[in-house]
């Protein structure tokens, strides 16, 4: 939805309930019949799930944009010198409907975990994709893990809806959950959604701040948050150490950047 309907909407007070009809029409939209199983084997969400991880209700975007999320994490993770395959646990923060989640099926020995808001996303997962286990988090870290149990965590476009007091959160908690060596990739919205932000926006992101609309709304797709470089490298990374930083380099997150951290 335009940013200006979106402020006209919400001085009205009534955003979230025309935003969440606005959801409900993409999944009612008329187009190709929907597959139950896709080609890897493995069932396809129903289309109110697929609009709240891929803005549509297309399956073939869903797939795709997972199957390209997937490739994304393992070319970064070749840059470093390592596998996929050689990691003993990762976690799919953020995982939605597994979008993503569902391209480590044929992994062997590697303890695939996944974490989101949507309890109904979860239970899809769990019934769905019995080769990873999934659990549900609040809007407010802690997660349901002990410390340093992953090699990898990864959180694709979830950044992008949190405000800042709650992105500082989940990254400490990230950052607790990761082993020593480990990885955590996110993506963001970056200068490629300079030219969307108001002046006063674009002042605030210039000087390396976090620009944040409807922070009311955080967790969900209304909240969007950007972020300078900067700022993922100096603040929100906290103690973890910038190590690759790809603008626009989230390929099933068009024109997302990419930033990989590592836990020292």
Known sequence: ?????????????????????????????????????????????????????????????????????????????????????????????????????????????????G?????????????????ARFETNGLAPPLPYGDAGFD???????????????????AAELDRVLRPGGFLLVTTHGERYRPRLSSSERERFDAGELVVRRPEAAGSNLCAAFHPGAYVQETLAGRLEAVEFVREGAKGNPYQDLHLLRKP
């Not at 129903?46 to 994490?73: D, K, M, N, Q, Y």
């Not at 992008?160 to 992105?167: F, K, S």
Request: with cysteine; charged share 25%; aromatic share 8%.
């Open 1 to 113: 939805m335009k940013e200006r309907l979106l402020r006209l909407l919400e001085r009205a007070g009534v955003l979230r309930r025309a935003y969440g009809l606005y959801e409900m029409a993409k999944t009612l939209t008329p187009g190709p019949p929907q597959p139950s199983v896709a080609a890897d084997g493995l069932p396809v969400p129903p289309r109110r799930l697929i609009v709240r991880v891929a803005g549509t209700a297309s399956t073939e975007w869903f797939l795709e944009g997972g199957r390209l999320g997937a490739e994304t994490i393992r070319e970064v993770l070749a840059r470093q010198g390592r596998q996929v395959e050689d990691l003993g646990a990762m976690l799919d923060f953020g995982c939605g409907c597994g979008r993503v989640t569902r391209y480590w099926a044929a992994l062997d020995g590697t303890d695939v975990r």
């Open 115 to 131: 974490t989101d808001a949507s309890a109904a996303a979860v239970e899809w997962c769990r019934r769905n994709l019995a080769f």
């Open 152 to 170: 990898l965590v990864y959180a694709l476009s979830v950044f992008t809806h949190l405000t800042e007091e709650l992105g500082l959160a989940w």
